[in-house]
């Protein structure tokens, strides 16, 4: 049966967002402290923390960026693109000025946040599926490092000399531990017990040691 609807359709209508901080997603600070990128309604921005320019850094139309932050050298900015029609990482200028560099060509789902190494090496990530992976920025390859069976992964950091991925995994009995990859050798060490939830873990200044919350 064909259906026709009257309507004023307002809500499909074009409007100025007058306040945009009120769509504010992700914020992330530059390495040096000298700008933010922020990600509000797929839309991404670097502003500069002292006065300055406003750049647009990716804004496609169609197009939704999300979980945005700066990579290690603070010139480039890493982000979720769904141009490809999957959720997949992208590195773009964070001048606004040249193009921008598809890094993933194996997105199925979902992906959450991702964290950079501090060399700038390697991209942990992970997604719906419940995995933990690796990209490689110098040979661009995606790895997945595990599957968790209990739940998300999260809480990604990485030890200041790169070498160490500290992430939560929820353990069979449901409370979630603190564990450690090795990107050298790809061993994992589990570093809290399973009696107590953990998380946040944090590295310290010289890496020799790591915080965390505990129960």
């Known amino acids: 049966i064909p259906v026709t609807l009257v309507s004023d359709f307002d809500n499909l209508r074009e409007r100025w967002v007058r306040r945009p901080i009120e769509y504010l997603t992700t ?3 530059s390495p040096d402290g000298a700008a933010v990128v922020f990600t509000a309604r797929g839309i991404l921005f670097v502003a500069p923390s002292k006065p300055g ?7 496609k139309p169609g197009v939704r960026y999300r979980n945005a932050l700066f990579m290690p050298d603070g010139k480039s900015i ?5 141009e490809s029609g999957e959720l997949e990482f992208w590195k773009f200028p964070a001048s606004g000025i040249g ?3 598809r890094l993933t060509t194996d ?5 959450w946040d991702s964290r950079p190494s501090p060399d700038g090496n390697w991209i942990a990530h992970r997604d719906k599926d419940q ?6 920025t110098r040979s661009k390859s995606n790895k997945l490092i595990v599957q968790s069976m209990n739940d998300d992964l999260d809480h990604l950091s990485w030890s200041p000399d790169s070498r160490w991925l500290a992430y939560v995994e929820s353990a069979d009995n449901t409370f979630n531990q603190i564990k450690l990859y090795n990107v ?9 017990s399973d009696r107590y939830n953990s998380g946040n873990p944090a590295w310290s200044a010289d890496g020799k040691w790591l915080y965390f919350l505990s129960d």
């Open 78 to 82: 890493l982000a979720l693109s769904s």
């Open 184 to 192: 050298e050798d790809g061993t994992i060490t589990t570093a809290t």
């Open 99 to 101: 193009s921008p560099e």
């Open 27 to 29: 914020a992330s600070l």
């Open 107 to 111: 997105g199925k789902v979902l992906r």
């Open 53 to 59: 320019r406003l750049v647009t850094v990716a804004a």
């Open 131 to 136: 995995q933990l992976w690796l990209y490689d």
